[in-house]
């Protein structure tokens, strides 16, 4: 389970910032603009038709019973995403390995076929033997944490139809506690201008905290609370929709 959805440790202080756009196997520019060490393995092969039929029959015969039968997950709100009639930004807070499952099983099998979850790129795409699984199973695509603008997958995706899941702390939570979260997923949303979805997770910290790489015994409780769509200002910048994104995030977690 940890190693379709493990971020590494030394990565928590980085940037969550736009995605990657290079081929399979290019090194990842540095802050300077040269090359950094890591190179990033581009999966983008995993939302082609057939890989997409394939992703919703191993979540259906395999993850979602898995999820099922290790916690109890109560979901809120979802039948909000129905009205949107387009791609959205998924914006949740992150303490836990469990995060990224849990959201596609309360999401259910209709409404997860068009969404791709972020994952970072230094650790899950830079080698193909954690690119290709987590893209399949999960639907990952990857995330430069390092910063970086112009071209990259998340524009494509989103204009392509797809909507995003990001996880906007940058990394998971070690205590629990959501973190501030970075400017990313408000600025992609405004750049694509399409609407922000707020959720919250409860329970998954407690379910399978740091350092664990299975749920607790006792199907430990859990929950997903939608928000309402955020929308983008008139000549609103991703530094000012991003406190509000972030606070409709806490009020969720505050009322769940």
């Not at 999820?67 to 791609?87: F, N, Q, S, W, Y």
């Not at 997903?224 to 609103?236: A, C, I, N, W």
């Amino acid at each position: 389970m940890t190693m379709l959805m493990a971020a590494p440790r030394g990565g928590r202080g980085r940037r969550a910032l736009p995605l990657l756009g290079r081929r399979s196997g290019t090194p990842a520019p540095g802050p300077d603009g040269g090359d950094d060490q890591h190179k990033v393995h581009r999966n983008d092969w995993v939302r082609s038709g057939p890989a997409t039929l394939v992703r919703s029959g191993l979540q259906r015969a395999l993850l979602g019973p898995l999820m099922r039968a290790e916690l109890r997950i109560t979901v809120h709100g979802a039948e909000k995403l129905d009205a949107l009639g387009g791609p959205a930004v998924l914006v949740a807070n992150h303490s836990s390995h469990l995060d990224a499952p849990v959201i596609l099983e309360a999401l259910g099998a209709r409404r997860r076929r068009r969404v791709a979850i972020a994952a970072a790129a230094d650790y899950f795409f830079d080698v193909w033997w954690r690119a290709a699984p987590s893209g399949l199973v999960i639907g990952t695509f990857p995330l430069e944490r390092r910063g970086g603008r112009g071209p990259n997958t998340s524009a494509q995706l989103l204009h392509d139809g797809w909507s995003l899941v990001i996880f906007a702390e940058g990394g998971r939570s070690y205590t629990g506690e959501m973190r501030p979260f970075k400017k990313g997923a408000a600025y992609l949303a405004l750049d694509a201008g399409v609407p922000v979805v707020p959720m919250a997770l409860r329970g998954t910290y407690e379910a399978m905290p740091p350092k664990k790489n299975w749920p607790v015994k006792g199907r430990p409780a859990v929950s997903v609370t939608f928000g309402d769509p955020l929308h983008g200002l008139p000549g609103e910048r991703a530094g000012d929709f991003t406190p509000r994104i972030q606070d409709a995030v806490a009020k969720l977690l505050a009322d769940s």
